[in-house]
């Protein structure tokens, strides 16, 4: 039996999402920017979606464009906010956190963008944004875009969307304010997130829908040019024809979401801080990151001296047990990791990320925990 515990990278499809993905490719093939009646009725398809998807996170259903998930949603944010100051003549930076998914931070270095640090528990620190913005105020330098991770996809730490939005809108009131926020809906309610910014990512995937659909919120009366251009679809924000049975599925799986997400939440955390406390037992010098910020209910990030990631995961796959990992050590297999370097976390140090979703059992954790104990000391032993 599989103890799936990377729900952070993907989780499994929800069987309300997998009867409407299956049911709308079966009976709606039209294609939702024609004239006819089969065309018509795939469009109502994909409005209805966005009526839903509306409702559960908090936004207009003019608000969403949709695109191929979380990866193309952040790159229509950055590269469409990058578009619109050049339109404006304004050429204005790029900033994002230092902790950004590559969805994010490709792009803002791409463009020469700035980074805005993070403290040790790997929280936003809103003093560096000031001080970025302010610097920035006064040399005169426009700024197209700030964005700011709701919640971090390694270390599962919560940042402080809402306190930097308003930052931003004190001291750089032209700016765009992005929430690259594909973690969080499965844990949190996104409303509030949602009107302190002027575009937010979300992806499917991470909550019960299919790879490959998500979208990007862009908030009502802020004209953000398309990076993909034909076809004119989704009002002009984004060419191509829509995954019209995906986005069904979303909307689907984002009904589900909203349902059970207040009874699960709390169950999740019950199993989460047992998993904590089970390795922090079995492996005392075991470091749990971000230890004192406000974290995901779901998510457990360790750091693990003298114990690489790579044979790491080798034994928890051996005993059935899915995980990720993200070192912070360069050498090996293992990527070195951006978000623990900008924490201070540097050396030979291994890591492992568990992350629960909504179906993970008691089960689940005591394999996960034992399953990471053992490991270690096995690894540890061979010296
Ligand atoms: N942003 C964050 C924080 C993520 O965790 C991920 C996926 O891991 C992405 C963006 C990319 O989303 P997608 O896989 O839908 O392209």
New binding site residues.
């Given amino acids: 039996m599989v103890h799936y515990l990377d729900h952070a ?1 993907s989780t499994p499809v929800h069987p309300a999402a997998i009867a409407a993905l299956t049911e709308t490719l079966t009976e709606s093939y039209g294609n939702p920017s024609g004239s006819h009646r089969l065309a018509r009725e795939a469009n109502l398809r994909v409005d209805a979606a966005r009526a839903t998807l509306a409702n559960v996170f908090g936004l207009t259903p003019g608000s969403i464009v949709f695109t191929s ?3 193309e949603a ?1 790159s229509l944010a950055i590269l469409g906010s990058l578009r619109r100051s050049r339109d404006a003549g304004q050429e204005g930076v790029a900033i994002c956190s230092a902790i950004e ?1 590559h ?1 994010v931070l490709e792009p803002v270095e791409a463009a020469g963008g700035r980074h805005i640090s993070v403290d040790g528990n790997g929280v936003l620190d809103l003093q560096h944004l000031r001080t970025v913005l302010t610097e920035l105020a006064e040399a005169e330098k426009p700024v197209a875009v700030v964005s700011v ?1 709701a919640a971090n ?1 390694e270390t599962g730490v919560l940042q402080p969307v809402v306190e930097a939005a308003a930052i931003v809108r004190e001291l750089a009131p032209t700016a765009l304010i992005h929430t ?1 926020a ?2 969080f809906p499965a844990w949190h309610d996104t409303a509030d997130l949602a009107a302190a910014v002027d575009l937010m990512s979300v ?1 499917g ?1 991470k909550w019960g829908g299919p790879k490959g659909v ?1 979208f990007l919120a862009i908030r009502d009366g802020v004209t953000l040019p398309p990076i993909q251009l034909g076809g004119g679809q989704e009002r002009g924000r984004r060419g191509g024809t829509q995954n019209v049975a995906g986005i069904v599925a979303l909307a689907a799986a984002a009904e589900a979401m909203g349902t059970e997400r207040p009874t699960v939440v709390p169950l999740v955390r019950q199993l989460r801080d047992e998993l904590v406390d089970r390795i922090l037992e079995g492996v005392p010098d075991a470091t749990l990151t971000g230890a004192s910020a406000d974290r995901l209910p779901n998510l457990a990030h360790f750091c693990l001296e003298g114990v690489e990631s790579e044979p790491l995961l080798f034994l928890l796959e051996k005993e059935d047990v899915m995980a990720s990992a993200a070192s912070s050590c360069a050498s090996g297999a293992q990527q070195a990791s951006h978000v623990l370097a900008a924490m201070g976390i540097s050396g030979a140090t291994g890591a492992v990320r568990l992350s629960l979703g909504y179906r993970s059992t008691r089960d689940d954790v005591q394999a996960g925990a034992a399953a990471v104990i053992a490991a270690c000391e096995r690894i540890r032993s061979r010296g």
């Fill in positions: 990278a998930g979380g990866t952040d998914h969805a991770m996809n690259d594909v973690q992806s995937h998500g």
